[in-house]
């Protein structure tokens, strides 16, 4: 399982899901303003605002919140100038992560992702120092719930889809990252419910964690993912789950 869906996984069995409710809502709408202002307002001729769009809707976000942050970043409505950068180090274990952010201050945002890295025993690399071990993979949810894995692998693989793997609470579909939107589209059109549609950073290879090591990776993954600036957060680490099950407690 890949660390970033191992994360979920974690985040779900400690009750977190629902506390980043107000975080995942900011998320969306810093993405929805970003992909707007570097691609239009029109999702049909945008990918990348179809995709933040679709994951929205998903989180049951308004439509007047969707909107709004569309007009913002099309400049129809004065908004915050948001920049996107990407940061690069080790965390325990000899962990590789990359945090993406979104930030109206790239000086406080560096200064704050440097001293969650340190205060959790890691430290930040410089750029290219990590990234090499990770792929732009094309990565779809699809709810579990109404659905069983032979018929999601059926239309996946009827729409080009690469792979399916059950996460549990959905199965997650892998594609080729400039497929990933008209894939999830005839997802959706063979009637599953298509939850998140994204490009995501999957690593090569995975460093296998337990005890305190495993622990002290938890707490990295936490703290940067309650960082404001923090968009999402790709690392190689795997804890079995028999060690999850002692920390998720």
């Known amino acids: 399982m890949s660390g970033h869906s191992k994360w979920a996984t974690i985040k779900h069995k400690k009750g ?32 990348r605002l179809r995709q933040a769009i679709l994951t929205a809707k998903a989180q049951n976000m308004p439509s007047d919140n969707i909107d709004r942050a569309v007009k913002k970043g099309t400049g129809e409505l004065e908004g915050v100038s948001y920049e ?17 952010c979104t930030t109206d201050n790239k000086n406080r945002c560096v200064s704050e992702i440097r001293r969650i890295f340190s205060k959790a025993g890691g430290n930040m690399a410089a750029l290219g120092a990590v990234s090499w071990n990770f792929k732009l993979t094309g990565v779809i949810e699809v709810e579990a719930e109404g659905t069983d894995e032979d018929t999601v692998m059926e239309a996946a693989l009827e729409a080009g889809a690469a792979d399916v793997s059950d996460e549990g609470d959905v199965f997650e579909v892998t594609t080729e990252p400039s497929e ?31 005890g305190k090591e495993a622990e002290q990776m938890l707490r990295l993954m936490e703290a940067l993912e309650d960082s404001d600036d923090v968009q999402n957060v790709w690392a190689n680490f795997d804890i079995d789950d028999a ?4 920390l998720s407690v």
């Open 16 to 47: 977190k899901a629902d506390a980043a409710r107000g975080r995942i809502f900011t998320r969306l709408i810093k993405e929805i303003t970003i992909a707007a202002r570097l691609g239009g307002g029109d999702p049909d001729g945008n990918p």
């Open 84 to 100: 996107e950068v990407s940061y690069e180090g080790y965390g325990p274990g000899g962990t590789a992560l990359i945090v993406d």
């Open 180 to 210: 990933v939107m008209d894939v999830a589209d005839k997802l959706k059109a063979a009637g599953l419910n298509v939850t998140s549609a994204k490009v995501a950073k999957v690593p090569g290879t995975y460093v296998q964690l337990a």
């Open 243 to 246: 060690e999850m099950e002692k």
